[in-house]
């Protein structure tokens, strides 16, 4: 027999973050039965607890989320960003600065790799490019924002030993990456459903949302990229995951293929407004 408190929850986490656990119930038990033990609740009462408690949330994100990265993470995307994207928005841009969204950072490998490569352009001063970091989960922005990580760390698989050297110095049996990296990123709480929050990010030229889109179903993927098309300047660039793919989906981006990888940039008409309501 099926738990009704176990199904009402799965839908309230599908309408809270887009993760969907209906066909996945099982493991949605597996990942909370932990924690409703210690609370001494069932899955239906722990949906109330989640109603009258808030703050329960950021324990449940860090339980359902998986925050597998690294450094240097599709480095061929990366290079394209740094070496082709930017040095183009640089000289459209010149009166400001180039804005970079880091969607779903996790643990912060991702958004300070990108200011690692820019660092290595040496083509942009200090201050023309502003990187903006967000994550659902509060305990891997954390760890982001101090910028310590383990040296056995599952981290630094791919990082160049000269990037390693160069912009880490080893600290408490791990490296801490430096304060010049550290500044150019801001990172922030956010959860790519909430509109509010989504719209406060302001408008970017660049945006990574790198393997999120494969915990999505296509209704909610839909949603997050119409969201996201909205933060775009005309004409900006989104990287998704090699696994990812919108080309079909018809939300107002083109598809630019380079020689090793592919990305999009946005394509909207003069006065057009490309938004997803489905959900």
Known sequence: MQDEGLVRLSQIIYDHCGLRYSDRLSTLEQKVSKRVLELGLSHQKYCDYLKVTPIEWDVLVELLTINETYFYREENQLKECVSVVLPHLKQ?????????????????EEPYTLAMLIQEMEQFPSGSIEIIATDINKKVLQKAENGWYHRGSFAFRRIPEVLLKKYFSEEDGGYQINTSIRKMVRFQHLNLLNEEKVAQVGEVDVIFCRNVLIYFDQETIKWVISSLHQNLAPDGYLFLGHAESITDLSLGFQKVDSDKTFYYRKETKQNETIWCTSR
């Open 92 to 108: 459209k841009f010149r009166s400001r600065p180039i804005r970079i969204w880091s969607a779903a950072c996790s643990t912060g």
